[in-house]
């Protein structure tokens, strides 16, 4: 299990090595992550999607992409509302920490990307980000914040937000596929 | 006179009567009928919740009632793929959307499309 854990940490890496996205060393790295640092994490993950999202209802001129923004949007909204609504509730403040800010510096390389396109390739390029996004964040949720969670209401939502994060995936690939043809 | 008016009372007051006692039996049939309909058609709920509709498939008799019940994070909606077949409003978390069956059906969440559902007849 934790020679499993280590690979899926690597691939993770690797991913985010190549592209422009943006789940940091230092969020796959041994050292445990805490809630208040969990908790921050988690916001500004869900925030920077709906910061991509703007950008494609800015820019995008194609149904199926305004609509999967416009789902994004709301979304991540609601993930933040109801991790704003625990915190609250556990007396907890999230902290910023390397892997927050790490995931920033990588959104605005993305964020610069995404504005410097029109037309099919920034539709294109915004799908093709939020299939590799979503994969990351995944990742990510699966091997670091849920296991390096210790309250277990924190835990549960991240376990309950996973199941939102791979359908957002699935309807990214769909829409990546049909912009393809 | 106080004998011509109790005889205009009983004849006024008996076909009113008459009538109320020949609507009442009527009335407990129909009373009866409803009730025998609801014993016969059922009502299912479909939860939604962790992305997915469950169950996903579904049994039903044409008549029976299907409810939806988001107990999910966010907003879904349920959305017949047999185009304006049947399609809900935006459920938000925590309400209900209901339907009686005509037919059997394939749906989906327009807003999350990875998410399915049939309802199969007997």
Known sequence: MKIFNTLTKTAICLIVSTGLLSFPASAQKSQKLTDPEIASVAVTANKIDIDYAKIALKKSKNAQVIAFAKTMAKDHQAVIDQAVALVTKLGVTPKNNATSKSLMAGAAKTTKMLEAKKGRAFDKAYVDNEVAYHTAVIGAVETVLIPDASNKELHDLLVSAVPLFKAHLEHAKMIQKSLAK | ?122
Request: proline share 3%.
């Open chain 2, 1 to 122: 006179m106080k004998n011509q008016i109790t005889v205009l009372g009983i004849i006024i007051l008996f076909p009113v009567l008459f009538m109320l006692s020949c609507s009442s039996p009527d009335q407990k049939s129909t009373d009866n009928k409803t009730a025998t309909e609801v014993n016969i058609h059922k009502t299912d709920t479909v939860i939604i919740q962790q992305m997915k509709f469950n169950p996903e498939e579904l049994k039903v008799s044409v008549g029976d009632t299907v409810v939806w019940l988001n107990k999910g994070m966010v907003a879904h909606n349920v959305t017949s793929y047999k185009s304006g077949a049947f399609y809900s409003d935006t459920l938000n978390v925590g309400k209900t959307w209901k339907m009686a069956v005509t037919d059997s059906a394939s749906y989906f969440c327009s807003i999350h499309p990875s998410m399915q559902g049939k309802l199969l007849l007997k």
